[in-house]
């Protein structure tokens, strides 16, 4: 059974700073998914991660995958309060998803 | 633009009462999923279905069922409400081909959700 182990689950960070939420994971899957969700919204889709040593970005995020290790990690670059969210991993096991438990990110002024 | 539509975004239900949350895709995705959301708890799996009229179980399927009988919709049944049932319901769907530019094969699209309350 794959499980699925985000850290931290609340990050309360400045603005301007830098901050890395790391997934990890349990049993082997090639390709990892983040989404994030805003307070009473659904979720969306950030990054698709298809490979060993994938790396994608998107404005101040970066989203990397280490198969081997196990470990998908979102770095944030110069927070903004704009990325005050949840964001979720979820490798895949077959044709399913399985999140983590989301990671609570609030950016203060 | 894949759109996951759900029957309500807020239901309000009594206990024993049976209950009906509808999804509907536009996308011709094979795969459907019924998830809840609860605090502390994540999203939690209930039940997907990757054809017409197969259901797999998921991880918490106790007290729930489903239908589909139509590709585009996938409905969750709560047989006999109760109050640990309620929650944030959310589904999704998916393909495992790349059926359109920007998509990817398992990328899960969700829809508004459906927050339940049962008293």
């Known amino acids: 059974e794959l499980k699925v182990e985000q850290n931290p689950l609340f990050l309360s960070m400045q603005e301007g700073k830098n901050y890395t939420i790391y997934c990890n994971y349990s049993?082997?899957?090639?390709?990892l998914y983040w989404y994030r969700q805003d307070p009473g919204k659904s979720l969306e889709s950030l990054f698709v991660?298809?490979?060993?040593?994938a790396v994608k970005q998107e404005g101040r995020l970066m989203a990397s995958l280490d198969t081997k290790a196990r470990l998908s990690t979102l770095h944030i670059t110069a927070a903004v309060h704009d990325l005050s969210a949840t964001y979720f991993c979820?490798?895949?096991?077959?044709?399913?998803?399985?999140f983590g438990e989301g990671t609570q990110l609030t950016v203060n002024p | 633009d894949v759109k996951v539509t759900q029957s309500s975004r807020y239901l309000v239900k009594r206990t024993g009462e049976k209950v009906f949350l509808e999804c509907v895709q536009d996308?011709?995705?094979?795969?459907m999923f019924w998830y809840r959301q609860d605090p502390g708890l994540g999203l939690r799996l209930i039940y997907f279905?990757?054809?017409?009229?197969?259901?797999e179980k998921g991880d918490i399927p106790e007290g729930y069922s489903v239908s589909r009988e139509k590709k585009e919709r996938f409905s969750l049944i709560l047989e006999s409400a109760s109050t640990n049932q309620t929650s944030m319901y959310l589904c999704?769907?998916?393909?495992?081909?790349?059926?359109?530019?920007?998509?990817?094969?398992?990328?899960?699209?969700f829809g508004p959700g459906t927050r339940l309350t049962v008293t």
């Open positions: 279905s990757y054809d017409v009229k197969m259901k």
């Open positions: 979820a490798p895949t096991s077959g044709s399913r998803l399985t």
């Open positions: 049993t082997t899957s090639d390709r």
């Open positions: 999704a769907s998916s393909s495992q081909l790349n059926l359109y530019k920007g998509q990817y094969p398992y990328e899960q699209y």
């Open positions: 991660l298809l490979s060993n040593g």
């Open positions: 996308m011709d995705h094979e795969n």
